[in-house]
Structures are given as C-alpha cells and as structure tokens.
C-alpha cells in the first residue's frame, strides 16, 4: 500500500500563486508515476499535471500549461505542483495521486490517491 498527504492549499487572489505538496509513504517503490487531478462542484475528476518517478518527464493538461509546474523530490518521497497565475477557473479540490505505471493521465490509471486540498481562487 501507498499512503499519500497533500498540503499547501488554500484561498488566494487571481493572479497569485500556491505551491501544493504530497508526500508518500509506504510501498514507494511501487511508483512509476505522480499525479495531481483536480475536481470542481458538480464536475468531474480531471487530469491537472503527471511526473515520471524516475525519469522526470512531466505531462500537462492543456489549461495548465506555461502555469503549473510538477517537480519531485525522491529523496524525500515528495511530489510538489507550482501554481502561477491562478485564476478563479482553478477553484477546485486537489488530489495527489500515484501510479504503477510509466505514464498514466486517466484517473483509473491510479491506484492510489490522497485525501485532498482545497484550493480556491478569488477574482
């Protein structure tokens, strides 16, 4: 089994910035991928940003790209996402997740997940 936490959300004005965090813990080398997915009310879960464990090799979703930034630290078994120029559209709970596979974007290609952090952004 994999446990994984967020932190590092919260409110913040249009235009501003939020670093999330996920650290794992567990089975870690399990993992072949990282993920941050996101879920707005009344929407569903959708793909935000992937990491390759190993290799580094990120992946984007369209309307995050050139905003959001995903970085790991292995060492430390933390998975990180930057996110600039938010704007009120990003308002949604985030959750970090992980996979055993090399490259995952669907959320059913996740085998694990965390609780999730709220992030909500004001116009």
């Known amino acids: 089994q994999v446990q994984l936490v967020e932190s590092g959300g919260g409110l913040v004005q249009a235009g501003g910035s939020l670093r999330l965090s996920c650290v794992a813990s567990g089975r870690t080398l399990s993992i072949n991928t990282m993920g941050w997915f996101r879920q707005a009310p009344g929407k569903e879960r959708v793909f935000v940003s992937a990491?390759?464990?190993?290799?580094?090799?990120?992946n984007y979703a369209q309307p995050v790209k050139g905003r959001f930034t995903i970085s790991r630290d292995n060492a430390k078994n933390m998975v990180y996402l930057q996110m600039n120029s938010l704007k009120p559209d990003d308002t949604a709970v985030y959750y970090c997740?992980?996979?055993?596979?090399?490259?995952?974007?669907?959320?059913?290609?996740?085998?694990?997940w965390g609780q999730g952090t709220q992030v909500t952004v004001s116009s």
């Open positions: 990491i390759n464990w190993s290799g580094g090799r990120t």
């Open positions: 997740a992980a996979s055993n596979l090399i490259s995952a974007t669907s959320p059913t290609l996740y085998n694990y």
